[in-house]
């Protein structure tokens, strides 16, 4: 493989300037910072950045996101497709390959992001995203194996633990700063039903009404509802978790898990599937190689497809929702600063998929699925520099964060050395 031709997908062996294990690392890491990116402008849209009217409302927000970022990504591959194939360079594969590429799409799009969010909605982000990374992470080795007859190492398996556990740091540093934004927060709140209180001793004080020293006291606590333990434990057993219409016996924390491991297998899948597509063929001596598949047919099945789940999904969620607004009327509703900022993540959507396909002709399955820890290292920090995330941090919250930083460069150190 060498990496100076100006066309990746089509390389020359008269030169070779890294090897495949380095260039596969390089495509992952250019990867993953895109993805990091495309997160930074769909939180511009989660977090009501642009005063967006009450009809854009969260239900289905998502969902347009989703639909519309994957339509735009397939509209500037789908071109290029065309090009290469009226130009000869390139050819449309069979159809097997077309049924595992929509096959893809609906195990990423519609099973993995669908739970991802009932995962992050029951159990939070905390809990979810290391479970789901393990999963997905874990899936993609073991069946890697068996199903892509991938080698099993030992410098793959400290890759994958060192991954693991700097997932499992993020996620506790998660958890941590979670909770102390909700004590911060329980403070502020405490603090100014204090001031209320005292505000309020003073003016009876003023009206020279005796207060005893014990009234202001308890005006000064915080009100809570008196509820029985009974009551509560009973309103949480009769609360039931919808799902696709019917009513599921588990309880929240239970159900929140299973979506998790649900997503994390979606994911191993789709990663399965690209990789099987897009892999290099093992040849015998004498033999021709095939054209490989082009990566920009890849983008433009796996995002229109995806992006068709997507409206179906939106489609659904506005009528569940009654949502007073025709499809006709998003161009109004939806404000331009959202559509500018779903165009962007489109594009660069686009641009990281591509380099994704790529890596998998060089990196293997669990390769890959492991580098994407990268993205969490990089989403975390954005939501630090440009979210102001960590406003609520302290020094234990801080080491924590340090320690899954280290051990992610050092899985990339140990990944760059996989095959």
């Known amino acids: 493989m060498s990496t100076s031709s100006l066309d990746p997908e089509t390389p020359t062996p008269k030169k070779q300037m890294m090897s495949d294990k380095a260039y596969g690392t390089l495509l992952c890491i250019l990867s993953d910072t895109l993805f990091s990116i495309v997160y930074v402008f769909v939180q511009f849209i989660n977090k009501n950045t642009f005063n967006q009217d009450a009809i854009f409302n969260p239900s289905w927000r998502g969902d347009w996101i989703l639909c ?16 290469l194939w009226r130009t000869g360079k390139t050819s449309i594969p069979g159809w097997k390959v077309i049924v595992g590429l929509i096959i893809a799409a609906f195990f990423c799009e519609y099973i993995g992001i669908g739970h991802h969010v009932l995962a992050n909605d029951y159990i939070g982000m905390a809990l979810g995203l290391p479970v789901i990374r393990t999963i997905t992470i ?3 080795a073991i069946f890697g194996a068996l199903l892509l007859r991938e080698r099993v190492t030992g410098l793959k398996m400290a890759m994958i633990a060192v991954l693991i556990c700097a997932v499992a740091m993020f996620g506790y540093s998660n958890s941590l700063a979670k909770k102390a934004k909700d004590a911060a927060n329980a403070n502020a709140v405490a603090a100014v039903a204090v001031e209320d209180a005292q505000a309020q001793a003073v003016e009876v004080q003023e009206s020279e009404v005796p207060v005893e020293p014990e009234v202001v006291a308890e005006a000064a606590e915080p009100a809570e509802p008196e509820v029985k333990a009974e009551v509560k434990a009973e309103a949480e057993t009769e609360k039931k978790i919808m799902y696709a219409g019917y009513a599921v016996q588990f309880d929240a924390r239970t159900f929140g898990f299973i979506c998790a491991f649900i997503t994390g297998m979606g994911y191993a899948i789709y990663t399965l599937i690209l990789r099987a597509v897009m892999k290099k063929p093992e040849l015998k001596e004498g033999e021709e190689a095939p054209k490989p598949v082009s990566a920009y047919f890849v983008v433009s099945m796996v995002f229109g497809f995806g992006g068709l789940f997507g409206f179906i999904a939106m489609l659904g969620k506005m009528r569940a929702a009654e949502t007073p607004l025709h499809l006709s009327d998003l161009a109004t509703a939806v404000p331009k600063a959202c559509w500018l900022s779903i165009l962007a993540a489109g594009v660069l959507t686009f641009i990281a998929f591509y380099l994704k396909n790529l890596s998998y002709r060089y990196a293997s399955a669990s390769k890959a699925a492991a580098m994407s820890v990268l993205q969490v290292l990089l989403n975390i920090c954005a939501g630090m520099l440009i979210f102001s995330e960590a406003a609520s941090w ?23 050395r996989t095959s």
């Open 138 to 140: 874990l899936g993609c």
């Open 394 to 416: 302290n020094g234990t919250i801080y080491a924590v964060f340090t320690v899954g930083t280290v051990l992610t460069i050092l899985g990339i150190i140990l990944a760059s």
């Open 68 to 83: 519309f970022k994957e339509w735009i990504a397939a509209m500037f591959a789908l071109p290029i497709f065309i090009y």
